[in-house]
């Protein structure tokens, strides 16, 4: 009976959240992609030494934090002068996925991909 009422509850919330949500366009499945602006570059990428952030925004940067896939912070560097374009090292990481953390100094922050090779 616990079975049946929650398989009838689970129902009834996807039937309310399909029926509140926006449906496929004829174009497709737009409606499931995300759109994301991002206001800064990481390249190249893949790298093994060295990697740069291009800032393409009028924001100041404040930190670069490099994260490991679960989320610790292996590399962190504040940016202290007007350096809109930093240079990290990464030659010391070992190979994988990671991810960077850019925070600027109007509070906004975002995280790109890095592949170290």
């Known amino acids: ?41 990481l390249y190249p990428n893949p790298a093994k030494d060295f990697v740069f952030i291009k800032n393409y925004s009028s924001s100041k940067l404040k930190n670069i934090s490099i994260l490991s896939m679960v989320g610790s912070s292996v590399l962190s560097k504040e940016i202290t002068d007007n350096n809109n374009n930093p240079e990290i090292n990464i030659s010391k990481l070992p190979t994988g996925k990671y991810f960077v953390k850019v925070s ?4 906004y922050m975002e995280i790109l991909t890095l592949i170290k090779i």
């Open 104 to 107: 600027y100094l109007d509070g």
């Open 1 to 41: 009976m616990k079975k049946t009422l929650s398989s009838i509850l689970i129902l009834f919330c996807l039937n309310l959240i399909v029926a509140n949500s926006e449906l496929p366009n004829s174009k497709g499945m737009d409606w499931l992609e995300q759109k994301t602006v991002t206001k800064s570059k």
